[in-house]
């Protein structure tokens, strides 16, 4: 059964940072794009970093360009999001998605784009 778990959430300061995990199983994420999406209360889910699968080409939303980077984890079948520089704005619940031969750059940070979804972690900056 294809899952994926998110993990690395918390309450941080503003200027702080975390590093979320998204651990797939069930299925082997370099075949699978990957996307970061985030849901604030009253808010659509917004895509927030993406990365294709076979090149691994990114994409970030302008709202964290230079503060936030993913990265995969080949060997532990994992992507991370490491979060950098952090500002109250960027509470919110924090989604880890999958879609298979997703490739398409212009597509690959779109929610409906996405097929496999994890539970969500929250994220929370505040002094």
């Known amino acids: 059964q294809l899952q994926l778990v998110e993990s690395g959430g918390g309450l941080v300061q503003p200027g702080g940072s975390l590093r979320l995990s998204c651990a797939a199983s069930?299925?082997?994420?370099?075949?699978?794009?990957i996307g970061w999406f985030r849901q604030a209360p009253g808010k659509e889910r917004e895509g927030v970093a993406c990365?294709?699968?076979?090149?691994?080409?990114?994409r970030y939303a302008d709202s964290v360009k230079g503060r936030f980077t993913i990265s995969r984890d080949y060997a532990k079948n994992t992507v991370h999001l490491q979060m950098d520089s952090l500002k109250p704005e960027d509470t919110a619940v924090y989604y880890c998605?999958?879609?298979?031969?997703?490739?398409?750059?212009?597509?690959?940070?779109?929610?409906?784009?996405?097929?496999?979804w994890g539970q969500g972690t929250q994220v929370t900056v505040s002094s």
């Open positions: 990365i294709t699968y076979s090149d691994d080409k990114t």
């Open positions: 998605a999958a879609q298979l031969g997703l490739k398409l750059l212009f597509k690959v940070c779109v929610v409906s784009e996405y097929e496999h």
């Open positions: 069930g299925f082997d994420l370099k075949y699978y794009s």
